[in-house]
């Protein structure tokens, strides 16, 4: 499995509302990428199809996700940042350790997150506690995905 590492990218523009006036707002996108400078050509590749006008990238921040858990479903139109906690068992002591993580669901409301996120979940060992589940404002995520022709660096089958 790929290390991702998530950046929230910015966009503000000038958005034609249904009334016909103009009005500037500032929409969230989640990215894959290996850098700022590379989340910020990315945010702006994926974006230029869909915008008609000038539009900027007002911030960017890391995102700390350690999975995603897409959805082709047309109802799942949100995402939503859970946090999962793992307990251990310390062998030595006997004492629970909790660690938790933050992931990413895509579903169409609350329930369906907490149903979804069990689904994703259900090939791991690790007992996990769902601590909290929280809609975000995020628009959509451009996962990275290779090029058809890109060569890996390590061919197996020459080795």
Known sequence: MAMHTWFECKIRYEKTMENGMLKKVTEPYLVDALSFTEAEARIIEEMTPYMSGEFTVSDIKRANYSELFPSDEEAADRWFKCKLIFITL???SGAEKKTSTQV????ADLRDAVKKLDEGMKGTMADYQIGAVAETALMDVYPYH???????????SKA
Do not use: N, T
């Open 90 to 92: 310390d062998e030595k």
């Open 104 to 107: 990413l669901v895509q579903a």
């Open 146 to 156: 290779a090029e058809p022709d890109d060569k890996p660096e390590f061919d197996a």
